[in-house]
């Protein structure tokens, strides 16, 4: 990968603030670039994806930053969109339903993505797909699974250092995997928070979002790894943490990120 390594973060504590706004937040906290929500009661909705897209991206860069990635809808428009604010990565996720196996809803949901495969050279996207716990793709054999047969400049892996620990994964392995498929790394970090127990009295567990350092992802063995393979693609924080204020989102997400930039420095 050519590209310097950039550090984004993911706006979606942000939903409030206008497009200068939040490009002078971002600016302020120290971050290169943004992964961007279209979605609902954000700054672009998927209704008006076509022209306020691209004015972001052009609103964000005159504050020095860049439009790197969209976690919005997998669709022609959305796609488009990207591609006419400066081909960034459309982050998606697939979600298994609870009636219906695994390998059905992945041969649905590669049927569907090859429809997207015209759109997706033409605009000059990446589609990353995005592994999560619980009924999604937990793991990095099921993100490589999902992607291998693609073109990785059309559809590729977001591989989540914080879920692969939920997954229980070792890390060097969970790469070595998706490595050529990688496009864009998420950090953060998260542990299990007892929630009780069921009606045979089993324990119960919820994840909990915390600070970099806190949870089960061991962030320097990730980047000591990430390093050790020349990764040089963006690093996206994606700015979750369970029971914060916005005041708080924001100290923890310019800690995060100092810890980043500290592991990569040192590893």
């Not at 009661?41 to 990635?69: R, W």
């Not at 041969?107 to 589609?127: I, M, N, Y």
């Not at 864009?184 to 009295?201: I, P, Y």
Request: with cysteine; proline share 6%; glycine share 6%.
């Amino acid at each position: 990968m050519s590209q310097p390594r950039r550090y984004t973060v993911f706006t979606k504590p942000w939903p409030n603030l206008s497009l200068d706004e939040l490009g002078a937040k971002v600016a302020e906290m120290g971050f290169d670039g943004v992964e961007l929500p279209v979605r609902p009661g954000y700054q672009v909705e998927p209704e008006n994806v076509a022209t306020m897209l691209p004015t972001a991206a052009q609103t964000l860069k005159k504050h020095g930053v860049d439009l790197i990635s969209v976690a919005g809808p997998c669709d022609e428009a959305t796609i488009r969109a990207c591609g006419d604010a400066g081909h960034p990565i459309l982050r998606i996720m697939v979600k298994v339903p609870d009636d219906t196996d695994y390998l059905t809803h992945i041969e649905k949901t590669q049927r569907a993505w090859d429809t997207l495969l015209p759109v997706l050279a033409e605009s000059g996207v990446t589609l990353g797909v995005q592994n999560h716990k619980a009924r999604f793709l937990t793991h990095a054999m099921h993100l490589y699974h999902a992607v291998h047969r693609y073109d990785p400049k059309q559809i590729a892996a977001v591989w989540d250092a914080a879920h692969n620990a939920y997954a229980g994964a070792d890390p060097e392995l969970a790469l070595d995997v998706v490595w050529s498929h990688l496009c864009l790394v998420n950090l953060k970090n998260g542990l299990w928070e007892w929630d009780g127990t069921d009606e045979f009295g089993v324990a119960k567990w919820k994840p909990k979002w915390v600070a970099g350092h806190q949870g089960l992802c061991d962030w320097p063995r990730v980047i000591r790894e990430l390093k050790r393979r020349n990764y040089a693609g963006d690093i996206c924080l994606t700015a979750e943490y369970s029971d914060s204020d916005i005041n708080e989102v924001e100290r923890l997400a310019k800690n995060d990120l100092f810890l980043a930039k500290r592991c990569f420095d040192t590893a």
